[in-house]
């Protein structure tokens, strides 16, 4: 794509625009070899400022991926009104989320590129003042995307990239329909009619069946192993939580994550296709600022110092 930032290691290809730090290519080799573009893209880096096409493709999103009920969250004994863009509630961090920005870019090398977002306190109305640093990187057959983040006072936090994957190669009339989903995932959060959490838990195994996709409309947010209800996960090295496989091209993605959630939607109302894509949204979970039971995203001062890993995953390709 031109104007894009291009990376390639020896078994694959990607690009990354500034606007929204976001993945708008990733070139992967079926089982015989042939190669295409296995994430969902629009025809040129202007055209990803237009809202009505650009449902956060590729891009990294922040300050609070997902939905915040009532637009608000107490912190310290503080409350904080956020902005309300989806009815009543926040997603992704209000109208002007990170992924609807333009992010520096601060190095790139044939492998890697890394770009950066300041962040005013009171943006969005959160608090604190913030930096994001966001490094993609190919290794083989590996896309890492690592973030690392610096914070002035205490705030809440949950970022996610929002690629949404075809594995059978990105083009008009594309769909996930013969795509075949495996997660380790037991459970998800029962949600409400706005995307809120109700406070069930439910089996994975019933919403997912035998992890075909076709004919599934999916939008919930997946548990990864942590106990129930303590708040006890922490993060950790990135762990396997999802397979991802398209018999007929052969293609198959194994991700990992270090974050408790996982955001699985088919993207049922895409304004270039519907069902053209699946995203995989490692994350926070929603409404956790407001749920003292959830794993906290809190972060403070001294808890995000450069270097320190806050939000990582992986994709690893291979051929069925």
Not at 86 to 108: A, F, I
Not at 282 to 289: G, I, K, M, R, V
Request: contains cysteine; hydrophobic residues 35%; glycine residues 10%.
């Amino acid at each position: 794509m031109h104007g894009a930032l291009r990376i390639e290691s020896d078994y694959l290809v990607a690009e990354v625009i500034p606007f929204g730090a976001s993945l708008v290519t990733l070139e992967a080799p079926d089982s015989d070899g042939g190669f295409a573009n296995v994430v969902v893209s629009l025809e040129s880096p202007e055209a990803y400022r237009d809202r009505s096409r650009n449902s956060y493709l590729g891009a990294m999103v922040g300050r609070y991926a997902n939905r915040i009920a009532g637009a608000r969250f107490e912190l310290d004994g503080v409350e904080h009104r956020l902005d309300a863009n989806d009815g009543p509630n926040t997603l992704h961090g209000g109208s002007q989320s990170w992924g609807r920005r333009d992010w520096v870019v601060q190095e790139q090398l044939r492998d890697s590129v890394t770009l950066r977002m300041d962040s005013d306190s009171g943006d969005g109305g959160f608090p604190g003042e913030m930096i994001a640093m966001v490094e993609y990187r190919l290794s083989g057959p590996t896309l890492a995307v690592v973030a690392t983040t610096l914070v002035s006072a205490p705030s809440v936090l949950s970022l996610t990239n929002h690629t949404y994957w075809n594995l059978g190669g990105d083009h008009p009339g594309a769909t996930i329909d013969h795509h075949h989903l495996e997660v380790t995932a037991v459970d998800y959060l029962d949600v409400d009619s706005d995307l809120i959490p109700t406070g069930r838990r439910l089996p994975v195994a019933e919403l997912l069946g035998d992890g075909n996709l076709g004919g599934r409309s999916l939008d919930h947010c997946l548990l990864q192993d942590w106990d129930p209800w303590d708040g006890g996960w922490e993060p950790t090295l990135a762990t396997h939580v999802a397979t991802l496989s398209d018999p007929r091209s052969g293609r198959r993605m194994w991700m990992r994550s270090n974050q408790p959630g996982l955001q699985l939607y088919t993207a049922d109302k895409l304004g270039i296709g519907a069902r053209r894509g699946v995203a995989l949204e490692a994350q926070q979970l929603p409404d956790a600022p407001n749920r003292s039971e959830f794993p906290s995203p809190v972060v403070r001062p001294g808890d995000g110092l450069m270097g320190t890993v806050r939000w990582s995953v992986a994709y690893v390709f291979d051929t069925l």
